[in-house]
């Protein structure tokens, strides 16, 4: 078995060189190898993690922008791992000239989207998505257009926890940052 690591050697069942991955379980098990080895370089590009006191900010993300938008929205993760509840209290960017914390919100078939005043409580021992179609973070008046495949920085400050700068990723028109959009709050 596994004759292909002995140049020269000769199969068992026969008076033939053994080759590389001459059957089938060594082709499949290569496969397999290959295949995983796929998934966790995936798992290096598309997920990133920050950290700040006992939150947990996850795969912080933007969508690239078409030229002349003067918007762009931000979506992340945070888990408070901790025993008392947080609060996201302001955002800052580069990228932009001021960034927000918005809620989309859908009332008697009306979509409306307004900016949460007081911050955004993270519960103890509990999860906050900001996808859209729920909470999000806005950057206004860009500087410059988000491209796919950079990243930028952006500073979150939480009331306990305190500031954490934080890379997004910008990913392409259409995407979804590998985020279920279809919920914006759990616990």
Known sequence: MFSFF?????????????????????????????????FAGAHAVFAHEFKVGHLEIEHPWSRETPAGARVAGGYLVVKNEGNSPDRLVSITSDISAKAELHQMAVKDGVMTMRQVE??????????????????????????????????????????????????????????????????????
Do not use: C, W
């Not at 950057?139 to 934080?166: C, M, N, S, W, Y």
């Open 118 to 187: 007081g911050g955004l409580e993270i519960p103890a021992g509990g999860t906050v998505a900001l996808k859209a179609g729920g909470y999000h973070l806005m950057f206004i008046d860009l500087k410059r257009q988000p491209k796919k495949g950079e990243t930028f920085p952006a500073t979150l400050t939480f009331e306990k926890a305190g500031p954490v700068t934080v890379d997004f990723a910008v990913e392409g028109l259409g995407e979804t940052g590998g985020m279920d959009m279809d919920a914006s709050h759990a616990d």
């Open 6 to 38: 002995r140049p020269g050697a000769r199969s068992a069942a026969s008076n033939r060189p053994a080759s590389f991955l001459h059957n089938i379980e060594e082709r499949l098990g290569l496969a397999v190898f290959v295949f995983a080895l796929s």
